[in-house]
Nanobody, 128 residues
Framework: QVQVVESGGGLVQSGGSLTLSCTTS????????MGWFRQVPGKEREGVSC????????YYEDSVKGRFTISRDNAKNTLWLQMNSLKPEDTAMYYC?????????????????????WGQGTQVTVSS
């Protein structure tokens, strides 16, 4: 049984930092590209950042470029999202997802619907 579990969310002031973690079990971690997505109530889920199966390629949604950093450790089956300079508009439920395509270039890795496995999410709230 595949499990994807996010952690690290919380309440932070504007300008602050948080690091999200995602661990997986039941799948071969380095057979998957991984991504972070977020969703606010009433809106569609959107892609934030993704990373190729070996960590060699990354992609960021424009609004988080220069502020967020995605990374992974295949030996630990763990994915991270370092979030700096957080803004109130970053407030959302953040989800981790595994994508069996290994890598999808041109930002297509952030298209919701192509992922194979999802976590339950971790809430990030940024106060102004």
């Amino acid at each position: 049984q595949v499990q994807v579990v996010e952690s690290g969310g919380g309440l932070v002031q504007s300008g602050g930092s948080l690091t999200l973690s995602c661990t997986t079990s039941g799948l071969t971690f380095d057979d998957y590209a991984m991504g972070w997505f977020r969703q606010v109530p009433g809106k569609e889920r959107e892609g934030v950042s993704c990373i190729s199966w070996n960590g060699g390629k990354t992609y960021y949604e424009d609004s988080v470029k220069g502020r967020f950093t995605i990374s992974r450790d295949n030996a630990k089956n763990t994915l991270w999202l370092q979030m700096n300079s957080l803004k109130p508009e970053d407030t959302a439920m953040y989800y981790c997802a595994a994508d069996s395509r290994l890598w999808a270039s041109g930002g297509s890795c952030l298209v919701v619907g192509s992922q194979n496995y999802w976590g339950q999410g971790t809430q990030v709230t940024v106060s102004s």
